[in-house]
């Protein structure tokens, strides 16, 4: 059976083969490096936003 292109078991039957292994950690680094940046760049939004209600420039909602 052909998922995606990739063959159900590698050449010892151990799981995926070495392509694929490696291909999966490559996604997995992009989907945590995105994530992480999402959650820094969300920290920073936050801290901004608190600084501004510090200084009274808030909308009052």
């Known amino acids: ?5 990739l063959p159900r078991q590698g050449a ?13 950690r490559r996604i997995g680094w992009l989907v945590a490096i995105w994530a992480g940046s999402v959650a820094a760049l969300g920290l920073a939004a936050g801290l901004m936003r608190l600084l501004m209600r510090l200084a009274g420039l808030h909308t009052g909602i």
């Open 12 to 24: 010892g039957g151990r799981g995926l083969p070495l392509k694929a292994r490696l291909w999966l």
């Open 1 to 5: 059976m052909v998922v995606l292109r």
